[in-house]
């Protein structure tokens, strides 16, 4: 069973920082591309940040870029995503997706974590 784990999630004041990490299980994907996602309460899902399976190119939703740093170590199969200069508008669930599919117009990715909440407070 294919298990996608997020955790590092918390309560932080704006301007502060967070790392938050993403743990699979049940199969690698160290030739898959990673990517973060968030969703806001009354929002739709947001795209965060992505990673190509080697980790040579990394894409950032223009709302983080400059602030967060995504990564991960294949040897350990985990994915991370350094959240620095918090602000509330960051406020959200964060989730993690696996294994990316790429067609004409859009991106699909095949598993999905649960999500961690994190709150930033101003």
Do not use: H
């Amino acid at each position: 069973q294919v298990q996608l784990v997020e955790s590092g999630g918390g309560l932080v004041q704006a301007g502060g920082s967070l790392r938050l990490s993403c743990a699979a299980s049940g199969r690698t994907f160290s030739r898959d591309d990673m990517g973060w996602f968030r969703q806001a309460p009354g929002k739709e899902r947001e795209f965060v940040a992505s990673i190509t399976w080697s980790a040579g190119t990394t894409v950032y939703a223009d709302s983080v870029k400059g602030r967060f740093t995504i990564s991960r170590d294949n040897a350990k199969n985990t994915l991370f995503l350094q959240m620095n200069s918090l602000k509330p508008e960051d406020t959200a669930v964060y989730l993690c997706a696996a294994r990316a599919k790429y067609y004409y117009s859009r991106v699909e990715y095949d598993y999905w974590g649960q999500g961690t909440q994190v709150t930033v407070s101003s």
